[in-house]
């Protein structure tokens, strides 16, 4: 169903690393991401925390987690769904950090977010199919 997903998180200087990795752990529990640096608006450092997964196993985990979220949110994902589905069948997703941090997870539009892409794994690639597999996904 799913081919890869992708991540990634800003770190804003007032934020602490170890605990905007612990939210990310909420969702990937195995994942390791990678630390770039760069400069924010007002030339303050901010850190951008990324991973690609892309192992069977990491993505059935990631499957369980999602399975976890409130159905007002698995409702809201569905509803959403042609909005957030690019034509190459990504679907894009936003989840609360500070929630995560509590091993809550809760869908959100803001961008201080951990921002998902998952690549549906729809042959031949097109939205039409991958938005298919995303409501046997979320149960639709």
């Not at 170890?18 to 924010?40: A, Q, Y």
């Not at 196993?57 to 690019?86: A, H, P, T, W």
């Not at 509590?102 to 042959?123: F, N, P, Q, T, W």
Request: hydrophobic share 35%.
């Amino acid at each position: 169903m799913i081919h890869n997903i992708s991540y990634r998180t800003f770190v804003y200087g007032t934020e602490d690393k170890e605990k905007v990795i612990k939210s990310i752990k909420t969702l990937f529990p195995n994942s390791l991401p990678d630390c770039e640096t760069t400069e924010g608006y007002y030339k303050n450092p901010v850190l951008i925390l990324h991973d690609k997964i892309d192992k069977k196993r990491e993505i059935k985990d990631f499957i369980q987690v999602i399975n976890q979220l409130e159905s007002s949110d698995k409702k809201k994902i569905l509803k959403e769904l042609e909005k957030k589905m690019d034509e190459k069948g990504n679907l894009f997703l936003r989840f609360d950090k500070q929630k995560a941090y509590l091993d809550e997870l809760k869908i959100v539009e803001h961008g201080d977010s951990i921002h998902v892409k998952i690549k549906m794994a729809a042959y031949p690639a097109r939205k039409e199919n991958a938005m298919k597999l995303a409501r046997e996904l979320w149960g639709e």
